[in-house]
């Protein structure tokens, strides 16, 4: 069919975005062609699952795979001791690579994404371990009435820091202005920490912390699953 210019009626090539003759822009439509991914064994498929393989990764169902296993390891974490859900999320990590290279039957998935759905999960679990922390906090000590006990606990914690700080002034032989100026910042230190802000500021800049590292350890188990959880790819003929 031929093209014509909507204007001016003059015949236009396939390629023409303006008329040669008045000049106006064309709309053209053009159909867009499913991608094809040849896959392993020479396994073809096009778009669904695959969309987004142009990075490497097909993002669909490596956000599902992430989704699927972080929420068990977020929830079990939480109730874990911190070398514990480091090892535990580290493994979720591992085997969601496992099981997205599993799915999609691509072959072996490289260290570089591994290591980047790794850190999707740890991103999932993180969050969900810190909300699962956060309430855990309150019901303790609104819920349990146990905040009486925390607050002792935490009271106990900060005044140790401060009299191991002041031995150490004391073994460290400063001058009696400098003492006296370590102190005087120790003390206020001391006094904020001390503090119901203070108190709330500490607890969620160590459950930040916490994350953060969970975070380095999933990106670890992501790319340890991509080295050994997945197949290894075969040379081409």
């Known amino acids: 069919m031929e ?5 001016c009626h003059e015949p236009l090539h396939d390629v023409d975005r303006y008329c040669s003759s008045c000049g106006l822009p064309q709309l053209i439509y053009v159909a867009a062609e499913t991608p094809v991914v040849p896959l392993e064994d020479g396994q073809i498929s096009a778009g669904g699952d695959l969309a987004g393989l142009g990075s490497g990764i097909a993002w669909r169902p490596a956000l599902q795979t992430a989704m699927l296993l972080a929420i068990p390891a977020g929830l079990l974490s939480s109730s874990l001791t911190p070398v514990l859900a480091l090892v ?30 790794g850190l999707v999960t740890g991103l999932f679990t993180a969050w969900l371990w810190f909300a699962a922390n956060g309430v855990a906090l309150w019901v303790t000590r609104f819920l349990r009435h146990q905040g009486g ?6 009271v106990g914690a900060v005044k140790d820091a401060f009299e191991r700080n002041q031995q150490m002034v004391a073994q460290a032989g400063m001058s009696g202005a400098q ?3 370590f102190t005087q910042i120790a003390q206020w230190m001391q006094g904020l920490m001390l503090s119901p802000e203070g108190r709330a500021g500490c607890a969620l800049a160590g459950l930040l912390v916490l994350a953060a590292i969970l975070l380095v350890f999933a990106t670890i188990g992501g790319a340890v699953g991509a080295r050994f959880l997945t ?5 081409s003929a």
Do not use: H
Not at 104 to 111: A, C, H, N, Y
């Open 3 to 7: 093209i014509t210019c909507q204007r």
């Open 88 to 117: 535990w999320i580290m493994g979720a990590a591992a085997w969601a690579v496992g099981l997205y290279a599993k799915r999609l039957r691509t072959g072996g998935v490289s260290t570089g994404n591994g290591a980047r759905i």
């Open 149 to 154: 006990q925390i607050d002792s606990e935490w």
């Open 179 to 181: 003492a006296t100026q």
């Open 231 to 235: 197949p290894t790819r075969r040379p």
